[in-house]
């Protein structure tokens, strides 16, 4: 164990251990925007950055390791001072479109502009049209509001193991890139870590800002894993998916399906009445009409070739109860094993 000062306090916590993490369990907040608790520590915004006595220059508090008996002060005029300065080139060339930025109301840089104060873009640079290129067509880049932290390439690469993305060009023309085009799997894990409103999904925008959505806790129904994810209500429709880092199973990620496949819950095309096939032709029925129709054709064919003739295929989507129920009828009530599930596949 390392014992350290951090703002006075004197804290102990393990070797290995970095000064932010020994703020943290102080409860001393420090500023944040590269670091995410999932990847290592990537050091590139200087938001985190402290004091450390006897040293000339302050550290970034998020890749630097403790050391028995440094003194570490987290808040000082001079810390202030680089903080914000760090902030206001951050917004060199951001387009300050909160207004319509869907990160608006959850976006880190948005919290700590208002929470430094900083009430216009200082520093501007010469204005150049950057294209927005990305992977896929569900996820957008905006390069103006990109601050280069590289959460989403470190996400790519250390939690997916894809490395589908990368920086690109040096200096104001820098900016995120798919260099393995291939790689990607529309997952949106760099949506998720995104600091600000750099990546953003193309399905949701303009359908509901993140203070408006009622946020729904559920498991995802598209395979056995169980990933924890919340529906984004609005009007009773949901448009859109997000996560927790603390959900178990999953911890924050999903794969494209949890992600990005929601549309079919409002779809106009899903079926809400029992349809009957007559003369090769479906006409809609009333549920009774078709349940007794269902009815009719089990008992017949089980009378005549035996409940073995039966096979149920239970379904991924469906939840645990109705797929508990499906093979307690097939074993139960019809009196077959011949039951299966798609999951498996
Ligand atoms: Fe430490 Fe970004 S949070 S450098």
New binding site residues.
Partial sequence: MVKLTIDEREITVEEGATILDAAKLAGIKIP????HKRLNP???????VVEIEGLPNPM????TPVAEGIKVVTNSERLQRMRRETLKLMLVNHPLDCPVCDKGGECSLQDLVYEFEIETAEYRAEKKEREAIYATPLIRYWPDRCIMCLRCVAACRDIKALGAIDIVGSGFGAGISPVNKEKCESCGECIKVCPTGALTENLSRYKGRTWMVNRVKTTCAYCGCGCQLELNVMNNRVIGITTKDDDEVNRGSLCVKGRFGYEFIGSEERLTKPLIKRDGKFHEAAWDEALDLVAERLTAIKTAAGSDAIAGLSSARCTNEENYLMQKFLRAVIGTNNIDHCARL
């Fill in positions: 944040t925007l590269c670091y990537i050091g590139s915004c200087r938001m985190c970034t508090a998020c890749t």
